[in-house]
């Protein structure tokens, strides 16, 4: 069973840049899509970037394409969400989600394990 644990998150200013990591445990880290999600106050959770086993594909929201890039460090057990120009409207949740092999995905229900959640907070 695989554990995800986010940090990174904060407070930051319009146009600024952040770098979510999500560190996982348990079994083989390689074995497993990733994916980051996000959740507005009041909103449904929504996703935002997916990475493959291997890290050679990706997929990503439109709302934050040419903004964020989702990488993987296998030999690290970590997958980042690098997210620049933040908007005010990026302010969410940000979990990181895991499931073993199969393609990239956006559907939430794909996914096994969940972390705790990072606050991201982008003021105007």
């Known amino acids: 069973q695989a554990q995800l644990v986010e940090s990174g998150g904060g407070l930051v200013q319009a146009g600024a840049s952040l770098r979510l990591s999500c560190a996982a445990s348990g079994r083989t880290f390689s074995n497993y899509v990733m994916g980051w999600f996000r959740q507005a106050p009041e909103k449904e959770r929504e996703f935002v970037a997916t990475?493959?086993?291997?890290?050679?594909?990706?997929d990503y929201a439109n709302s934050v394409k040419g903004r964020f890039t989702i990488s993987r460090d296998n030999a690290k057990n970590t997958v980042y969400l690098q997210m620049n120009s933040l908007e005010p409207e990026d302010t969410a949740v940000y979990y990181c989600?895991?499931?073993?092999?199969?393609?990239?995905?956006?559907?939430?229900?794909?996914?096994?394990?969940w972390g705790q959640g990072t606050q991201v907070t982008v003021s105007s």
């Open positions: 989600a895991a499931y073993r092999w199969g393609p990239i995905t956006h559907k939430i229900s794909d996914y096994d394990y």
């Open positions: 990475i493959s086993r291997s890290g050679g594909n990706t």
